[in-house]
């Protein structure tokens, strides 16, 4: 009876790792990026992630002005959209990246306050981006975040 239950416990502490695992395994390795069709507000968001044995390991979400200057970087901006919205790009940018590294998945994304219509964006760019990976198609894909 006892080797039955050591067989047991064995057997759970090497299952069980392997159920906790994302399921990413389908996406081939490589970088991927989804990026907004149009400007919104003067910005055009992206997503871009890294892919490495299956998981993805790195999310970079971000946007930019025609210029090519990054929203996180903006201070200004920062500044006014604290104060009005309550957090600022640099936050629920990061906010939102990590949940798709922690999760390695689109839906079930949490809507951070003040922050709702970029949280819409990022679903549908993680969707688009986790996509190309699942294909192995490293090409940007342009994807409407309006609709």
């Known amino acids: 009876m006892r080797r039955i239950l050591c067989m047991t416990l064995l057997l759970l502490l090497f299952v069980m790792p392997m159920t906790a695992c994302k399921n990413t395994a389908e996406l081939q390795d490589g970088y991927y990026t989804a990026q907004a069709s149009e400007f919104s507000h003067g910005w055009k968001e992206y997503i871009t992630i890294m892919v490495k044995g ?7 979400y ?10 996180s970087w903006d201070n200004a901006y920062m500044q006014t959209m604290l104060h009005s919205n309550g957090t600022y790009p640099n936050e629920y ?12 998945h689109a839906d079930g994304i949490d809507a951070l306050t003040g922050a709702t219509s970029s949280h819409s964006s990022f679903q549908k760019l993680a969707e688009a981006v986790l996509e190309q990976a699942r294909k192995g198609d490293s090409s940007i894909v342009i994807v409407d975040t309006a609709s």
Do not use: C, H, T, W
């Open 93 to 104: 940018m990061r906010y939102y990246s990590s949940q798709l590294l922690d999760d390695g």
């Open 54 to 60: 299956g998981s993805i390991v790195s999310v970079e």
């Open 62 to 71: 971000n946007a930019e002005n025609p210029s090519g200057f990054i929203k």
